[in-house]
């Protein structure tokens, strides 16, 4: 009985030497998360409290967004059928209105970089009397809405404007002047931003060692500017590509875009199906450049 009693003590030692050597060979956080975790009832709670406001989401925006989606499927000849979409793809009105849609776009945001990387550079290194109230007027601009800019333009290129012998707003190019006015400013702030977060001591050693200003802008601030000009681009972009006051109240002439022949189908011709398709071509497009937009942000700091 005495052996019996030692050996299964000697027994217990090495089993409790060899515990201690595998706890000493891990190092505490290993240890930590090997180790089992119930899931703790506060996360339950959070996801509970999570749960109204993510169907009320669902429920006002996705909702009515599934309800296009499944109009768009559903021809006047009834049933469910990609028929639709053929339709409206073989279109001409179609693929003339995408077109457009397209450059304006893309020339609205070329202008609004331009003008919009001048005005910043004035605004922040050209020393004026009143520079702080007119960038704070630019945050002002951001409030207006679209069709009070159109209308002011109305005043100057309208038919009864102050040059409006020229009919220059009912042109695309009226579009375009219209849509780099309004959405110029989304470019603007940023690069105030950004320009507010240089480091001057650059621009000091460029100036001391006889570079001149447009070679400051090329080599320094151009490039510290190209994040904040990436991102304001992207949404000026993806704004352009939805407007529809701009178009809608300058009353061009053969300038439909997009959201316009949305707006024609479903009012002026009652083809529903149809309208719902190019819907939905218009969100897939403004979700994608979204994401863009939200990538380039990031990477921005914006």
């Not at 009834?78 to 793809?89: E, M």
């Not at 004035?122 to 409030?143: C, E, K, M, N, Q």
């Not at 529903?272 to 937009?293: E, F, K, R, T």
């Amino acid at each position: 009985m005495a052996e019996r009693s030692a050996g299964s003590a000697a027994i217990g030692r090495r089993v409790s030497a060899g515990r201690s050597w595998l706890v000493a060979q891990f190092p505490a956080p290993l240890r930590a998360a090997a180790a089992p975790h119930p899931t703790p009832p506060r996360r339950a709670r959070t996801l509970l409290w999570a749960c109204p406001p993510v169907a009320l989401l669902a429920l006002v925006f996705l909702y009515p967004l599934a309800l296009v989606v499944q109009q768009s499927l559903q021809p006047d000849s009834g049933g469910t059928s990609l028929q639709p979409y053929a339709d409206v793809f073989a279109s001409a009105a179609f693929r003339d209105a995408l077109w457009t849609t397209v450059w304006i776009a893309v020339a609205s945001t070329l202008g609004c970089l331009v003008l919009g990387f001048v005005l910043a550079l004035v605004i922040a290194f050209v020393p004026f009397p009143g520079a702080r109230i007119v960038a704070r007027f630019v945050d002002v601009f951001l409030t207006f809405p679209s069709f009070l800019i159109t209308l002011a333009l109305l005043f100057i290129y309208g038919t009864t404007g102050i040059i409006g012998s020229f009919q220059f707003l009912t042109t695309p190019w009226g579009v375009l002047l219209a849509e780099v006015t309004y959405f110029t400013p989304f470019v603007v702030r940023p690069l105030l931003a950004a320009f507010s977060q240089l480091d001057t001591a650059q621009l000091e050693a460029a100036g001391s060692l006889g570079a001149r200003p447009l070679r400051i802008v090329c080599r320094v601030i151009l490039p510290e500017a190209l994040p904040a000009l990436a991102a304001g681009g992207s949404l000026v972009l993806v704004l352009c590509l939805n407007e529809f006051g701009i178009v809608l109240f300058t009353g061009a002439k053969g300038v439909t875009t997009l959201p316009m022949l949305v707006y024609s189908k479903a009012i002026l011709e009652s083809d529903y199906p149809g309208a719902c398709v190019v819907a939905v071509v218009n969100v897939l497009i403004s979700v994608g450049l979204y994401g863009l937009y939200r990538v380039v942000s990031r990477r921005a700091g914006a």
